[in-house]
C-alpha cells in the first residue's frame, strides 16, 4: 500500500473557486477506470487530479501502483504472465479526507500457449540406457512412448524448462538396433500447438564384413559369394573395393594388380579369363548392384563402396564419375555408403552430391575437419582410434557416423562396442554377431 499526495498546478491557479466547494478532491476519469496489458511485462501511467493524500493497493501481487510524485500520475506495473489463462486484478485509491474509494480493474492476456524440446533425436549406443530432454512450456503435457522407453521417477510438468529424465530397456538378443518415436502431448487442446516428436534411436554397432563375409568354404575376398554370405548373415554392410579399367569397367579386387595384371591400365578382356580362389571371374559393380537391389525386406546389406586410390587423379575422378553413375542408374542410391582414402575421391563424391554417405579412411584428419567438409563419417583404423580415444566422442558431437577396421579378435571387437561406434568392419563377422547377441 503506498500513501502520496500528488500537488496539482492547474488547482493551484484556481484554488479559491474550488476549495469553496470542497476541501478536498480525488478524481480519475472514467475512461482510466479499466485498463488492458498484454500477456508480457509492462506498465502505463494513469492521470490522477488530487489535492490530498492517497493511498493506493492491490488484489494481486503481480500487479503493482507506483505512485510517481513528479509527473501528477499512478503508474501501473504487471509481471509477465507465464500461464496462458488471462488474469485480472483490482487497484485501488482511496484518501481518508474525502472518504472515497476508486476502483481501476486492470486486465491481463494469457500468454500464447508453447512447447519446444532441445531434441529432435537420440541415439543410444552400446551400455547407453538412460537419456533426458528438456522441454519448455507452458502448458501440462504428457509423453507417449514405446514400451521399451520408460520415464524416470520425478518427471513432473512445471512451467518453464523443465529435464524430464528417461531409461530405455537393453536390446532384445538377436537385434543391432530399434527405433521409436517419444511424442509430446498437451493435456487439453490448445490453438496453434502440435504434438512434437522425439525420434529415438537405439543401436549396437553394425557389422560391416570386410571384403564381404569371405571367411567361409566357397567365399573369397571381393567375390559375389563373399557379399552373398554377408546379406545371408544379415551385415549392415558389405565392403568392397573398386578400381576401373581403361575401357571404363568396374572391377572388384583389393590391389592394384591381380594376377600380375594392373587392373586400372588393362582392358576389361584383359582381366576377364582372371579367377579369384573359389574359381569365380573378378566381379563388377554392377554385378554386385544387382544382387544388393533383389534383397526383400526392410532391414537390406548395404553395399560399402570403397573406390580405390588411382595412379592419377584423372583416372580417381574416372572411377568416381562411373561408379556414381552406376548406382544412380541402378536407382541403388539408399544401398550404397561410400568410402575412400584419398581426399580427392571423398571430395568428388561430396561435390556431385552432398548427400552422399561418404566416410574417410585415411586416419590423419580431426572429426571437426571432416564436420566441416561435409564428410558423413570417419572410418579409422582401430590403433588411430586407440591413440586418439576422445575421437569418437568428438565425431558423436560433431553428427559424425563411426567405423573401426579391421577389428578380428572378440577383445578388440568389445573394446570398440564399448567405446560406441557405429560400425566395426571386420573379416570375423560371424565372431562379431554372437559377440552382440551375447
Not at 209 to 229: M, T
Not at 287 to 315: F, M
Not at 374 to 396: F, S
Amino acid at each position: 500500500m503506498h500513501k502520496f499526495l500528488i500537488p496539482c498546478i492547474i488547482l493551484l491557479l484556481s484554488c479559491s473557486k474550488e476549495n469553496d466547494s470542497e476541501q478536498f478532491f480525488l478524481r480519475i476519469d472514467d475512461s482510466q477506470r479499466i485498463q488492458n496489458f498484454g500477456a508480457e511485462a509492462g506498465h502505463l501511467s494513469l492521470t490522477v487530479t488530487t489535492n490530498c493524500a492517497i493511498e493506493t493497493s492491490s488484489s494481486q501481487e503481480w500487479c503493482t501502483p507506483v505512485p510517481d510524485y513528479t509527473a501528477n500520475n499512478l503508474k501501473i506495473s504487471v509481471t509477465s504472465n507465464v500461464s496462458t489463462e488471462a488474469r485480472a486484478a483490482v487497484v485501488t485509491v482511496s484518501s481518508e479526507e474525502v472518504k472515497q474509494i476508486i476502483s481501476i480493474r486492470v486486465n491481463q492476456e494469457g500468454a500464447k500457449p508453447v512447447v519446444s524440446v532441445n531434441e529432435a533425436d537420440i541415439t543410444l549406443r552400446s551400455n547407453e540406457f538412460n537419456f533426458a530432454l528438456e522441454v519448455t512450456s507452458n502448458v501440462p503435457i504428457v509423453f507417449d512412448k514405446p514400451a521399451w522407453i520408460t520415464e524416470k521417477g520425478g518427471n513432473t510438468w512445471k512451467n518453464g524448462a523443465e529435464t524430464y529424465t528417461f531409461t530405455a530397456a537393453p536390446l532384445p538378443t538377436g537385434v543391432s538396433i530399434r527405433e521409436g518415436n517419444i511424442v509430446i502431448n498437451t493435456v487439453g487442446t490448445f490453438d496453434g500447438i502440435l504434438p512434437i516428436s522425439v525420434h529415438v534411436t537405439q543401436q549396437q554397432p553394425r557389422i560391416i564384413a570386410h571384403r564381404g563375409y569371405w571367411n567361409k568354404v566357397g567365399a573369397a575376398e571381393n567375390s559375389l559369394a563373399s557379399l552373398n554370405n554377408a546379406i545371408e548373415l544379415g551385415a549392415y554392410g558389405s565392403e568392397l573395393d573398386v578400381w576401373i579399367t581403361v575401357d571404363n569397367i568396374l572391377v572388384l579386387n583389393h590391389d592394384a594388380t591381380y594376377a600380375g595384371v594392373n587392373i586400372e591400365s588393362a582392358t576389361s578382356a584383359t582381366i576377364a579369363p582372371l579367377r579369384l580362389s573359389n574359381g569365380e571371374p573378378l566381379p563388377t559393380l554392377q554385378q554386385c548392384i544387382d544382387i544388393v537391389k533383389r534383397q526383400t525386406g526392410p532391414d537390406k546389406t548395404k553395399l560399402i563402396i570403397e573406390i580405390k586410390t588411382h595412379s592419377s587423379n584423372a583416372n580417381n575422378k574416372k572411377c568416381v564419375d562411373a561408379v556414381v553413375q552406376a548406382v544412380n542408374n541402378s536407382q541403388a542410391g539408399d544401398l550404397v555408403d561410400y568410402i575412400a582414402f584419398s581426399s580427392y575421391v571423398c571430395e568428388e563424391l561430396l561435390k556431385i552430391n552432398p548427400q552422399h554417405r561418404v566416410a574417410y579412411l585415411n586416419g590423419d584428419m580431426r572429426p571437426e575437419t571432416l564436420k566441416a567438409l561435409g564428410y558423413w563419417g570417419l572410418d579409422y583404423q582401430m590403433n588411430i582410434l586407440k591413440n586418439n580415444t576422445d575421437w569418437v566422442n568428438r565425431a558423436i558431437t560433431e553428427g559424425l557416423t563411426t567405423n573401426v577396421w579391421t577389428v578380428n579378435t572378440r577383445s578388440d571387437m568389445q573394446y570398440f562396442i564399448d567405446m560406441g561406434v557405429d560400425f566395426i568392419t571386420t573379416d570375423e563377422p560371424f565372431i562379431l554377431k554372437n559377440l552382440l547377441n551375447e
